[in-house]
């Protein structure tokens, strides 16, 4: 079985899977103390589920960008737990990528080409990739990463379009500020899904196509085999 877990932003949530279903999902908003409630949190999980760490192969982890206290906690605790427990195996996600494989039935319905992922980056300005669909039915990975991770005001949306020669009917938005930015620009496709921000859903499900399809994890750029943070303002942002 697979457990992931994301706390990117204000929420730590985390599923239950194995590679053909969901199990189980959970999600609890954060205040201050998560350092202290996320390791009684995952076990009670476990326990609520009558499993045990004994039967977890896979740890999938959100690893960032977002908010720096929930990466470093996450990260922290995911390295205990896979030291404590030499069985289970990492599988590090860019949460972009996560929130991006939570809108892909949605952008498949509208027939899109690309989602655009935003995440908060508590500085007043978005984390945004944008991310090919892969329509064909063999065992490549569902999405692909054709930009690296921007940093933007929400103003500036349309010149993101611009830059990267993107067409507004080919595009579905999803996450932080979707409703500022289909005001911005008027029949932008926005995600109706009722999570804007990264959960442990999109992470789960995205492990879990990798590890059914056996895809090289290193020949991702959005998925590690090991748990690294991807933080805000990282030296590998672009900022404008």
Known sequence: MIISIETSTSDLSLTLLNTESI??????PIKNELSEIIVPTIKMFLKDNSISFDDISFLAVGCGPGGFTGIRAIISTALGITISKSHIKSI???????????????????????VISSIDSKKDDLFLQLFKINYTKNKSLPIVAVSNIDTIKIEKLYNYFVVNNLILTEVLFVGHQSNIAKNIIENLNVSSNSTQHPDSLGVGKLASFIILNKININKTTYAFDKFKPIYARSAQINLK
């Open 23 to 28: 199990l189980s999902h959970i999600s609890i």
């Open 92 to 114: 590090g996600i860019n949460s972009l990528a996560g929130l991006a494989m939570s809108a892909l039935q949605e952008a498949k319905t509208l027939k899109v080409k690309y």
